[in-house]
């Protein structure tokens, strides 16, 4: 204890000691600085978080900065990247001589107010969320907001998307620069395999999810969903199953997560996610909300591609996952996140999101990346048409950030959404019409199978 305490003494007379008393230069002084800022975070001496604005030209290099100075970003435009950080992340990056602009601060453990990042999609719905708050940032549809959270509500009756940006500070790091893309030649075993994903077979799924009546975060619904779900992935081959929990505004959720370790070397990881909650907002829906295309389809998608891969001896990892409570800022999915960007040991090489992927058929699919995904982009493009026909609307480096893809952008992971149709929204987007008798199976079939292919492709050992 007596050591403990002398430490402790040693280390508060080390941060008040100016460093040029301290007559250090070169390697031993860039290490002693590197001590002092690791103890004040340590110790928790700074208090005050701070959202910035970090002027950097959008590329995977200047995110790697962010990286390694913020550990994370919730936001990337033209003009630079939104991060939070606290007061000593915040002077190291004033110190590199970084362009910052700070845009907002509060104390860390205030819990009366929070950022909430707001997409509008057109001018009627700015003008709803300008009648209520007004925006600390603004850039084309993506508003940044300081609210209570019981303001939430607001957002929530007016069907406004949103996300929380998290406070949590996680690890420096330098995220990979580059993936080698994998060559891209038919596969007629992966080609086998894709028809045992069938759209009646997928349409069953959602229906039974759809009979939970509401998969909303607060419905009893939701959680029979889980426990379905969750049985589901327990009777595949291979799988540590498991429904860890978190909290949305004190009530406990959970996330159905099944993991497939990979034979040759678990420690590189693809993730396969697709949110099971739904939502018909605050509208008069005698407790519905059927969730069929949003996100039946999507939790259908990966529950029967781990159905198929799930039998196959892949070199490496996959987590499947269907994610909850996307509807109300993405938090399962930043779960998720939050966790593997703790963990040590591993890397994510790459994330497939699922959302909305059975409304029309005109045999296309959007696919949305940023600028670190660019090239899994490409890779699904090519391997879609490859396989399945399936064409794809490209939108590369792209801020559309409302789907638990972005979870993973934040994290410094490449990550993909496929959505139906973009920017088109489906005519029972969010109401209760959105049903199994109002989805086009075909398309669901063939954005499955997609998917399944490009993970095979991906979780492949590289050809000679």
Not at 161 to 175: Q, W
Request: overall charge neutral.
């Amino acid at each position: 204890m007596a050591r403990r305490w002398l430490a402790s003494l040693l280390a508060i007379g080390f941060l008040a000691l100016p460093l040029a008393g301290l007559a250090l230069s070169g390697e031993p002084k860039a290490e002693f600085d590197e001590f002092v800022r690791t103890l004040r975070e340590d110790r928790r001496l700074d208090r005050i978080g701070y959202v910035v604005e970090v002027k950097l030209p959008l590329s995977k290099a200047n995110e790697t900065k962010i990286f390694a100075y913020a550990g994370k970003y919730f936001y990337a435009s033209p003009d630079g990247y939104l991060t939070h950080v606290n007061h000593a992340r915040l002077d190291r990056m004033q110190k590199a001589k970084l362009d910052v602009r700070i845009i907002d601060k509060k104390r860390l453990d205030d819990a009366r107010e929070a950022w909430y990042l707001v997409w509008v999609g057109n001018e009627a719905e700015d003008r709803v969320l300008r009648d209520r708050f007004e925006p600390l940032f603004a850039h084309s549809h993506t508003r940044l907001i300081r609210i209570r959270p019981e303001d939430e509500d607001y957002l929530q009756f007016h069907g406004l998307r949103y996300s929380l940006v998290e406070e949590e500070l996680l690890p420096l790091k330098t995220p990979p620069m580059t993936f080698k893309s994998p060559r891209i030649d038919l596969d007629p075993k992966i080609a086998e395999l894709l028809p045992l994903i069938t759209k009646e077979d997928m349409a069953a799924t959602v229906k039974r999810l759809e009979d939970c009546v509401s998969r909303q975060v607060r419905a009893k619904g939701n959680a029979e969903a889980v426990e379905w779900l969750a049985a589901q992935f327990q009777q595949m081959p291979g799988l540590e199953v498991s429904t860890p929990t978190f909290s949305y505004s004190t009530k406990p959720l959970s996330n159905v997560v099944a993991i497939q370790k990979g034979v040759k070397d678990p420690s590189i990881v693809f993730v396969v996610i697709g949110h099971l909650d739904s939502t018909v907002g605050w509208s008069s829906s005698g407790g519905q909300a059927p969730g069929a295309d949003d996100n039946g389809s999507g939790a259908a998608g990966v529950l029967h591609i781990a159905s198929v891969a799930s039998t196959l001896a892949l070199p490496y990892t996959v987590i499947y996952c269907c994610a909850n409570a996307e509807e109300v800022g993405l938090v399962g999915s930043k779960a998720l996140a939050r966790q593997l960007a703790a963990a040590s040991g591993q890397t994510v090489k790459a994330v497939l999101n699922l959302d909305m992927i059975a409304d029309r058929d005109d045999n296309q699919v959007a696919v949305i990346g940023n600028t670190r995904s660019n090239w899994l982009i490409d890779v699904f493009k090519d391997v879609a048409r490859l396989y399945t026909g399936l064409e794809s609307k490209c939108l590369y480096n792209s801020d559309i950030w409302y789907s638990d893809h972005s979870s993973f952008w934040n994290i410094g992971v490449p990550a993909i959404l496929t959505i139906e149709g973009y920017p088109e929204m489906s005519p029972h987007y969010h109401k209760v019409t959105d049903t199994v008798a109002n989805l086009s199976p075909a398309l669901m079939e063939r954005v499955a199978r997609a998917n399944l292919a490009t993970l095979l492709t991906l979780n492949a050992e590289p050809r000679r």
